[in-house]
């Protein structure tokens, strides 16, 4: 075990006191000189061709600068792979209902929000489809896009339609072994279907933009993205701008989750401050975030398993239908993604799936905190508690059984390693007393208990670029551009780089929120923040010191060197030493070079896959694991849950900063179990949000989690090889199986298995009046 | 969603408050914790030319035991002072309660009793923003002619939601209102019309300005039951207050109040449930017959928020349970 001096300790976050005083600063409080403020005109209905448009009225509004129309927008797409959509409504015609048809500039919100009310279009309204499945039928009653099989692919990611269904925008399959086989070698076949819902991020701070022009023309965006190199990279494309002259800032970021990593306001934003010539600035209402914010995929499941009387699995078969909404954005990646959530836990000699992303006239999903992950636990995860049961196994015997062993194949072709999820299995069933009577049910109250584990990869393939830089005082500056979005990065980054030069967190300069400074990153998304950087770093720190130890060499008369406290030593003997300072001229420069700035980039290993079978030897870079313990309270009158005891266990492989960790891990699973007991968009007949606010949408309280002392967090670290100091992802990892958990402790309790999500009260009584159980 | 424009007013004394509504009339609304009236002017869902706060209207911010055990509650009482009442006075802890389980300690910060009672009615196709319900005709609670909810159906369906009035309604509070002409006082039931369009039986001009509770007496308990989809900050699925009075010894009820919010567009009271138990003396049996008679005096369930048969059975189930825990409270005292 190497002796840390900054890493695995929970030093204070750098953020935390101008946070909890109110003074750290997100775009929203961003003021530039004669700034307009803009608001969008969204589609009423769910699907119409647009006949006209008529600005005029809103065009003599007093105080309206610039009004938008399909007209003005570049026939570019701003969806990442496939292009399939505009900044406004693609092609005149309207997919949902929220679809953007016009904006304004103005000088007040107020007047903006006027002056959208009195754009008058005029539109023919078309038939529209809603349900997932009835899109993907063969027979589909709405075609989406009819000009999708001439849309551009825009992306190395293969894109693969499906002849026979005109919804379908990509299909993906993961094939190994023969499932015909392994089904008839089964003793046991269970078959079921599940479905998942529409979540929204409910990210405290909706999206803000403000977009303008500098005198020379460039185009400067500060906003609340967390793909600011992705952003910049679209700007220029729609805007026709080299991307040498977009520039993105951006600050602290009031919570992502996913919802952030596209683009939505910004073209927008940025297309009025072209034709009012003033900046502009467009802050979504929290309507428009229920609306168009991006929602969760929902999927609908079909499951068969095949698995012998001792409880090996056999074969393992998936339908996967994810019902995207109108425009493709991440919803053609959440299709393959999914697959990977699918194969990293357990060891399923016969596997085969098949994932379709199918167009609906409903809102734009995305990715939401686990890019499709949870939702493929939730099947899984009720199928080994369902599978256990008929087998009259222990459904913690069960998984164990059949989880991965480090080295074997899982059924993508990767070869397991770093699998931390029988220690997490056997700490949280140990802490929650797994096989012993849960608590004493009191009155109407029913108590059960249950298990689920599950698994978040970090996506393969991807960059990282960091630079290092040597003040003549040693403080080292980190140029990085991850966003902070309330998970802690900049901490996490600024405790690797102290450790690099031995030095305390306080000695660390965190520069970030500006391309034009700092260099390219893939995202601040798939849980891929600190692996990359962690290694980017580590490079970049290297590249630094060896200029270093290249000055202080013929000072210090030998060449093995190290760096500790702001001194640079000879190692073999370490009182020959000097400051960092001396390495400096008094003006600040260095001897040599001019500056000390060290580079490091980092890319994931990623491997070629088979387009027929889905095999690769790298699909995905690292594998972090989960297990959740529950125990809850079922009341059989009313259908209530009430979460009793909660525990949780997480393979990080390792926590750079524990608190920080178990901030990541709390959160996330308060939101799984927001995602298990109540989140969903509902819908009217007519395509439109119903619950577009927080009293009617559901997100938990503290009084719906278990009191702390009824609550666990653990954290597991099994090293990843290839990870910074054995790090893997976190942040999306902690709710991956809160839901089926709950779904298992429900059953448990009431012996009712509810298969669709969220597992709502009146479900729950429905259910339980059906079987005559309770 | 941002306010809209309109004159914001903030009289020191109650009898200006008047003028001003008097003056105003339909043109002008009241704030008091702004809770609720905030939340539909950013709607749009009134667009009142005047805005007249009584926020600063201290004097009627007091709770005063009433002689003989009751309690009289100014009509700016903060739900939180009720909450964290001492003692309102013997039998009436409820009303405490039943404040505890209103929103969040932050929303009962600001809310007020007066505007609990004076609370519209909700409904989740018209409590949404101008957009949203441009995309249909108006409904009859916006001065239309269709219902969303109850397709076909000849008049709003809105649900009644604020927590405090049934439990008050059941220990026989009543309202002081102050009118232009002078004050009035009448029965808390009679303040509600059971009209979504319109429950609130108030002019324009007129203002609640305290709530009298009576002593609730020897021999008397009163509950109030909450359901709702969250443990915090949610409105009522179903409310039940039950009051019974009776004696221990004998075990016949001799009086009971049973009302019922959330599941119509006024408060509801269970006459025919109270029928079946008046005067007899408590059984299971007897309970679930009340229960299902509550059921019939709840009359038409519409879905909102849920399906119409949960919420019959949840109105079923908590009745039974106030009745039961409201005897229960009885054979202690
Ligand atoms: C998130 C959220 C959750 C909530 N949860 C609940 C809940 O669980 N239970 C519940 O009952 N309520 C709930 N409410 C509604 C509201 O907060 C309470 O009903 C509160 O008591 C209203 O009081 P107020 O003083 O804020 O009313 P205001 O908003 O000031 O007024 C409400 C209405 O009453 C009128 N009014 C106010 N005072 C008087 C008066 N003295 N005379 C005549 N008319 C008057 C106003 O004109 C207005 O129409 C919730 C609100 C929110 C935003
Ligand atoms: S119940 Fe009332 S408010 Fe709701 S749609 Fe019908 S008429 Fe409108």
Redesign the interface.
Known sequence: MEDFKVIGKSVVRLDALEKVTGKARYSADFRVEGMLHASVLRSPHASARILGIDTSKAERLPGVRAVLTPDDVPPVSISPHLGDQYILCLDNFVRCVGDPVAAVAADTVEIAEDAVKLIKVEYEELPAVFDGEEAFAKDQPVVVHPDLPSYKVLTGMPIRLDPERANVCQTYKVRSGDVERGFKEADLVVENKYTTVRMQHCQLEPHVVVAWFEPDGNLTVMSSNQMVYDLKSVLSKVLKLSPSRVRVLSSYIGGGYGGKGGVRAEPIAALLARKAGKPVSLIFTREEMFVFGGHRVPYSIDIKDGVKKDGTLTAREMRVILAIGLYSEKGVLIARRAAAGAVGTYRVPNFKLDSYSVYTNLPMTGALRGFGCPEIQWPIEQQMDIIAEKLGMDPLELRIKNILNEGEKDASGMVTRSIGVRECLDKVSSWIGWGEKPVRPVGPWKTGKGIAIGNKSVIAGSTTVVIVKVWPDGVIELRYSAVELGQGIKTTLAQITAEQFGIPVEQVRMVSGDTDICPFDFGTVASRSLVHYGNAIVIACDDAKQQLYKMAAPKLGAWDLDTREGRIFVKEAPEKSLKITELFTPMGVPLEGGEVLGKGAFTGSSAREDPETGQSERSVFSYSHIANAVEVGVNTETGEIKLLRSGIACDVGKAINPLIVEGQIEGGDSMGVGSALYEEIVFNSSGGVVNSKFTDYRIPMATDMPLISNSKTIIVEVAEPEGPFGAKGVGELSLVSTAPAIANAVYNAVGIRVKDLPITKEKVLTAMRKSGKV | ??LP?FDYLAPKEVEEAGDLLSRFGEKAMVVAGGTDLIVRLRQRVVTPRYVVSLGFLSNLDYIKPSPGGGVSIGALTRVHSLERAESLGSGLDVISLAAGKLA?PQIRNAATVGGNLCLDTRC??Y??????R??RPPCFKAHGDVC?VVKGGDRCYSLFTADLVPPLIALDASVKIRTPKGERTMNLQELYSGKGERPVNLSPGEIITEVDVPPAGPGKGTVYLK?S???????PVVGVAASVSGKAATGICENIGIVIGAVSSGPVRASGAEAVIKGKKLTPELVEMAADAAVKDVGVIVPI???V??KR??VK?FVSQAINEAWKAVAVS
């Open positions: 969603m941002r424009k969040s989740w196709f409590n949404k923003s101008h957009y949203w441009q995309s969303h359901l989809f969250r443990q915090a900050v949610d409105f928020g849920t399906t048969e949960y059975k949840m189930y």
